[in-house]
């Protein structure tokens, strides 16, 4: 007899949130220049070649130029004419658009997370498919990061989010979680100042 193995229908949606300002770092961190290109280029490189099935992109302050850069770049471009009221903003509106095209579960990522690899979010998605956990949160030495894969059942809850709520309620409050523990502590960095820029710049190799 052939048996004939399991064929993974789930589908992936990438959601990468890039609307704030970049008040701390004094320039647009998006634009960043990173390895000759673009800091959100960059990032959407990687998520690109993952095995999320599309990227969804939420935009905010500096839409109009980021949209100019992004706009061979295969995405879905969402604007979040809110965002100054946080990130729970762009993560509703973000969710509201993914919600349209019948998703099991996305893959939220931060422009400013310049470590982030490939086979982080492929590890998440890797354990989604053996676990069926409506949250599968990135861990590093006991500390969560992101990115972080919701399934489809949480995206209703994004909705009641406010302010600066990143969707960390949504983990801690969660039943049905597991996490990917991850052992590079680079994967913590955030650009969130100039000064985290220079040293990122000086401490590796060349990334202008």
Known sequence: MIVLEEINTYRFAGLLLAAGSSKRMGFPKQLLPINGEYLISHILKIMQSSMLEHIFVVLGAHEEIIRTI?????????????????????LRVGLSEIENY????????????????????????????????DVIATRVNGVQCNPVLFSKHMFPAFQNLTGDDGGQKLIH????????????????????????YQSLSSSRNPLR
């Open 70 to 90: 992004l706009k061979n770049d295969n995405t879905t471009l969402v604007s979040n004419p809110t965002w100054k009221s946080g990130k729970g903003s762009s």
């Open 102 to 133: 019948f998703y099991d579960a996305v893959v939220i990522c931060v422009v400013d997370q310049v470590n982030l690899t490939t086979e982080i979010i492929d590890s998440l998605i890797h354990k989604f498919n053996d676990t069926k956990k």
């Open 173 to 196: 409050t969660s039943r049905s979680i597991d996490f990917v523990d991850w052992e590079n502590p680079e994967l913590l960095l955030d650009l969130d100042t100039y000064a985290d």
